[in-house]
């Protein structure tokens, strides 16, 4: 660690830069009140919250030194910029990601270099725009979650039902066949893949969590299950249609498969099912925890779902091209309001690999600014914080923290507003993922007159998984149309 500082120090003077702010630390050595700091923020369900609280104390960017290791947070657009995208292959997710290898391979979101380029040009055709409003198939799921809404006034918690809804569609659109946990039966295969699949990635979590303690968890047989059997059962799909390719439909528009797409650039088993299973981890719920927010939101604001419902009168299901949901103005004001003030992704990290600068955050010598470059070296942790990003006053008026769409006929955001990331490693599903939230959120505005809100608590209370999800859901109560 010693050796670690002086290099630091050596590097900060030959470059002109400066420290940034440091968080007072009552452990100088393992810096462990920092990690329980955060544990505790964790529990009392505050985290992004308080982080925010951070960057008002030590400013917008600032370092702190949990397990002896030194993170840097920024808030601040021109360092978030340069490291997605300005200097990206300086920095990397593989040393933070890796323990999730065990359960996902080494996919597109595991890896760095190379590896990462070609994952990611594999899986780009299946995401080009063209193809992604398969509006047919995702009707069927969206039809089936409307059987499960009751009827006027009842009360239901819209969060467990958005799950299901994004998991039949991202599981269809992935490997081919739908997991139906819409349906009244899900097919068991289906349900098994689930559980193990959650349980993985909680074991998952731990192991990031513990860092390189995680080692003491290796006979873990639960995991290590776990992992098998969802590997397993993606094995079958690949052999499904590694077997017998999907003959071409008599529709006139081709529908798009992740799986049967990587079939035709690689017949590798392994690689397919590592690709599969990465996608699927980054996208099977951030959709569903979009769309939970959005009606957290919209049901405590009944002014804006109004506004919503006379910007739709007139319009039928059948209108609901991609096309058309994209030029309705205010309702696309509002899935960009939601996203800005609750971001399912609400912060990203990644590990610096090469000596490097960023360009704004140290102090001056005399303290009285703090747009010094900062000295960057191998194994720093950048944790880049889009909660805090989408605050700004500047940027998006003085009232940042109110729901108010109408900002957005004004905000001109560039790296400020990065709810899908940016640069070189920007969500490639972003259209795919706002034609769901957009589809389903204005078919529920043809069929219903009113959403309540229906939870005694008023405020968002967070619950951090991988996403920043509302902990008490969407409880609301509907008044048909
Ligand atoms: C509202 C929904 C979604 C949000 C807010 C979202 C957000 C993001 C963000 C912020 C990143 C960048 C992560 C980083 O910088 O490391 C990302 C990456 C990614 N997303 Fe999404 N995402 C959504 C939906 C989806 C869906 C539905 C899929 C797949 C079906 C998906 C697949 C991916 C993949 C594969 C990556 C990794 C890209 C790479 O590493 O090059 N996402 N997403």
């Known amino acids: 660690r010693l050796q670690a500082r002086a290099a630091l120090s050596r590097a900060t003077a030959q470059h002109g830069c400066a420290a940034p702010p440091t968080v007072p630390s009552k452990d100088p050595v393992f810096g462990l009140d920092t990690v329980f700091e955060t544990f505790k923020r964790m529990k009392d369900k505050c985290r992004m919250r308080e982080t925010f609280e951070d960057a008002q104390r030590y400013g917008h960017t600032f370092q702190s030194f949990p397990f002896g290791r030194r993170t840097i947070t920024t808030t601040s657009a021109k360092n978030i910029q340069t490291v997605l995208s ?17 359960m996902l ?6 890896n760095d270099g190379k590896v990462w380029e070609h994952g990611r040009s594999m899986i780009r055709p299946a995401f080009t725009r063209t193809n992604i409003a398969d509006r047919e198939m995702f009707e069927v799921h969206v039809e089936r979650l409307f059987d499960l809404l009751p009827e006027d006034g009842e009360v239901v918690d819209l969060q467990p039902l958005f799950d299901k809804l994004i ?11 739908s997991f139906a946990s819409l349906l009244p039966t899900t097919p068991l295969d289906s349900e098994a893949f689930l559980s193990a699949f959650n349980a993985a990635q909680g074991g998952v979590g731990i192991r990031v969590l513990l ?17 098998s059997l969802i590997q397993d059962y993606t094995q079958k799909h690949i052999d ?44 099977r719920d951030t959709p569903a925890v979009a769309l939970t927010n959005i009606f957290f939101l919209l049901s405590r604001h009944p002014d804006v779902w109004k506004k919503c419902r006379d910007e739709v009168q007139g319009l039928q299901k059948k209108d609901l091209s991609f096309e058309k949901l994209k030029s309705l103005r205010y309702i696309q004001h509002v899935i960009n309001e939601a996203f800005r003030l609750l971001p399912p992704v ?30 960057v070296l191998p194994g720093d942790t950048l944790l880049l914080n889009f909660y805090t990003l989408h605050r700004s006053p500047t940027v998006f008026g003085p009232d940042p923290e109110s729901f108010r769409p109408e900002r957005w ?15 070189a490693r920007h969500c490639p599903a972003q259209q795919l993922a706002l034609f769901w939230v957009g589809y389903t959120l204005v078919r529920m505005l043809l069929a219903f007159e009113e959403v309540r809100n229906m939870d005694e608590v008023e405020g968002f209370v ?13 409880r609301v109560s509907f008044v048909r149309a």
């Open 86 to 102: 300005l200097q990206h292959e300086k920095f990397g997710v593989g040393p933070i990601r890796s323990p999730a290898t065990h």
């Open 105 to 110: 391979g080494k996919g597109i979101i595991m």
């Open 167 to 177: 998991l039949d569609s991202s599981s269809e659109f992935i490997f081919g066949r």
């Open 211 to 227: 860092g390189k303690m995680r080692f003491i968890l290796f006979r873990d047989k639960k995991f290590n299950e776990a992992c």
């Open 240 to 283: 499904r249609v590694l077997k017998e390719p999907e003959k071409p439909s008599d529709s006139k528009r081709e529908r798009v498969i992740l799986l049967n797409e990587l079939a035709k650039e690689t017949s590798d088993r392994n690689e397919l099912c590592s690709q599969l299973l990465n996608v699927f981890f980054a996208g």
């Open 346 to 375: 609400a912060t990203q990290s990644r590990t610096c690999l090469t000596p490097t600068t960023l360009p704004t955050g140290g102090v001056s010598p005399d303290s009285t600014s703090n747009d010094l470059p900062i000295a």
């Open 409 to 423: 006929v004004d905000a001109r955001p560039g790296w400020e507003f990065l709810p899908f990331g940016g640069g």
């Open 462 to 474: 967070e619950r951090m998984k991988l996403n920043m999800e509302s902990e008490r859901g969407a």
